[in-house]
């Protein structure tokens, strides 16, 4: 690429071109929250269909333009030269990385973003490493909580730790499960549920399979057939359960980014539901009426969906949060794990926002969530390799704490609270099912 030369005595020097690395690279934390919204905004437009792609190449109702990550034509696809006085690519005297996007935004094209690296079980990541490092640029820096838009009529008060709240020691009920292919194993499992029984559903990850267990972890049966074909299981993340009828509700992969699938109790396929504008779900609920509640991590954005098929709601939760990691349902109120955020965000059904729970020391990247009878709030996490919870009120007054020191638990997914108080969780990197005895809850 060819050395840029700008004359800081001439201020009509030719401005030089925008790269998008620019946008991606900010700083003050101005530019990181300017980043981070543009990033969102970008994602929001190619969900709602205003960008399209070919060829590796991304329009905003416009022609194609052949410029990737890198500046640099897309080889065999040449673009076509930008008209002469366009401001293609061109940033006039703007300060700001959004005010950039914003006169990007006025023109025909818009650089490439379809260049995304990721695994296809965790997938892009737009505020952590897996975006960018592969095209030799350097990751975004993980935004401060002072970067996130502030919330109108809110006071943020991190949740103190109270020196009357002790750590008590959780015991293991039992422990079930082991790297495999076979009955009671596992590959990376990377989410589980209750069923009607309080049988423990599993999503078997990269066995791509579901399987059943009773609470002592006995098996019961299993389902799914390796394929990307309707009825068959792909890398299947998450499962539900709707309580009205039995049926299975189970995310997986297929042939597209996600996709959503409807089983019987006793593993029948269904239906398929489309899901096309979710990229990564992080979590899965069911409400009172049996709607569907799915959480996107990479833009974070919460849509409620019916047993039909049937869009009925969503909303943007990325003002408010970073890395949606799970969510419960509870009333007409939706607890969502911030796992970047350190935190839980709770929104009304509309998607406003009500409150925040924990903070940075007592809910260290938080994982799982679930909400007991009594209406308790229980935040688990695996920082530092123990499985640890933090039991709030629903408003978010810290209550009790408790960690389990006898096994080591990588990378929880997941937690669920049985009607006798047993905890379970799920360590996904360590391939086994954890359920602990009765905690006390008020």
Known sequence: MAERSISQNSSSATPPPLNFAD?????????????????????ALAKMGSISISNGQSTLNGPITGLNLHTT??????????????????VINTPSPIEGLETLLGSNPIVNTSSRVGSPLNGPVMNGTPFLLGHGLHSPPILPPSA??????????????????????????????????????????????????EEIIVADTNNHRIQVFEK????KYQFGVAGKEEGQLWYPRKVAVIRSSGKFVVCDRGSERSRMQIFTKTGHFLKKIAIRYIDIVAGLAITSEGTI??????????????????????????????????????????????FKGHCVIVFSEKGKFLRRIGCENVTNFPNGIDISDAGDVLVG????NRFHIVVFSRQG??????????????????????SEGYVVTLAKNNHHVLVLNTLYIM
């Open 23 to 43: 946008l991606l690279c900010p700083t003050t934390e101005a530019d990181v929250a300017a980043q981070f919204n543009a990033i969102n905004n970008l994602t």
């Open 397 to 418: 007054n810290l209550l009790s704490e408790f960690e389990c020191p006898y096994v080591k638990v990588s990378r929880c997914c997941g937690l669920k609270i049985t």
């Open 73 to 90: 034509p897309i080889p065999n696809s040449p673009p076509p030269p930008p008209p002469p006085g366009s401001q293609v690519m061109r």
């Open 293 to 338: 509640v799915a959480v996107d991590s990479v833009a974070p954005t919460v849509f409620i969906i019916s047993e039909a098929g049937d869009l009925l709601h969503w909303f943007d939760c990325s003002e408010y949060m970073r890395e949606p990691s799970d969510i419960a349902v509870c009333a007409k109120e939706f607890y969502i794990c911030d």
């Open 216 to 219: 002592t972890g006995d098996f």
């Open 381 to 384: 996490d695996s920082h530092g």
């Open 148 to 197: 996130l838009s502030p919330m109108s009529g809110q006071t943020y008060n991190p949740t103190p730790r109270s020196s009357s709240v002790k750590l008590s020691t959780m015991q293991i009920r039992c422990k079930f499960g082991q790297l495999g292919p076979g009955k009671s194993q596992f590959s990376s499992p990377h989410g589980f549920c209750l069923g009607l029984e």
